[in-house]
């Protein structure tokens, strides 16, 4: 590969400079034509993510949300980050250490109730290359984690096993919860499984464009792109998220 190749695999975005080998998906295309993915995502975590805190989250998204959650903890914060497709974790491998940041753990692993191994495509519908992988689940009680403040699941419907896999560390450490909605019948179950854990539920429906993305690009390649995501925070908690319509 020539520098002149090489140049265009790499992307100054609004989380440092990132690269991925080819792909034609959403969070590849909004990285290179906007700079940034699902930036309205982070818009509302910033808004009681702190430095010294500890993240979880489920998916990498070539490491777009990690490298912003790397910096909102500060070094003496930690950022979990689970990728169980080969390619895409070693992506977010490679953009952490491009960027320098050493405050993030990295997890080949699907997170869900019980230590196994399965095939990808058996846990969640996938058509791409990946689905034929045969992926390490685990889950996030055996990771032993002294603190989690954030619990953030970018794999859509796949909440209700993440959480059958925490349950002693979301009783320990009621963290906030940020998840992606699986299908209208997944999200029902998301949202009942959260709030028999005692937690109150917001809709947040970020949009895919943002009008002031990183890249100043005007032209919304990305129309009526929507994520259907949920916000929760413990009653016994201060915290409540009162612009966002509760369910």
């Known amino acids: 590969m020539n520098a002149s190749e090489m140049s265009q695999r790499m992307w100054n975005t609004r989380y440092g400079v990132m690269n991925a080998v080819a792909a034609d998906n959403l969070t590849s295309r909004s990285l290179k034509q906007l700079g940034e993915w699902m930036e309205q995502e982070l818009d509302l975590l910033s808004t009681f993510v702190e430095e010294g805190q500890t993240v979880v989250e489920f998916g990498a998204d070539y490491g777009a949300h990690t490298l912003w959650l790397s910096r909102a903890v500060g070094a003496q914060g930690e950022v979990h980050t689970a990728e169980p497709r080969r390619l895409d974790f070693q992506q977010l491998c490679a953009n952490l ?3 320098g940041l050493t405050n993030v753990h990295t997890l080949p692993v699907w997170l869900g109730r019980h230590a196994s191994s399965a095939q990808l495509s058996d ?3 996938d058509t791409s290359a990946s689905a034929n992988e045969r992926v390490r689940v685990a889950n996030i009680d055996s990771l032993g984690l002294e603190a989690l403040h954030l619990l953030k699941v970018n794999q859509p419907g796949t909440l209700e096993s993440v959480l059958g896999g925490a349950d ?3 009783r320990k450490h009621r963290p906030v919860i940020y998840l992606r909605l699986g299908t209208v019948e997944q ?7 959260i709030k028999e854990l005692g937690y109150r539920c917001w809709s947040h429906l970020p ?3 943002n009008k002031d993305n990183y890249a100043d690009q005007t032209d919304n390649s990305f129309p009526g792109r929507i994520s259907q995501n949920v916000i929760a925070a413990p009653i016994e908690g201060r915290l409540s998220f009162d612009h966002l319509q509760e369910i």
């Open 168 to 170: 002693e560390t979301v």
């Open 207 to 209: 949009y895919l464009f």
């Open 97 to 99: 250490a491009i960027n």
């Open 187 to 193: 999200s029902i179950a998301e949202v009942k499984a």
């Open 123 to 125: 846990l969640v519908p």
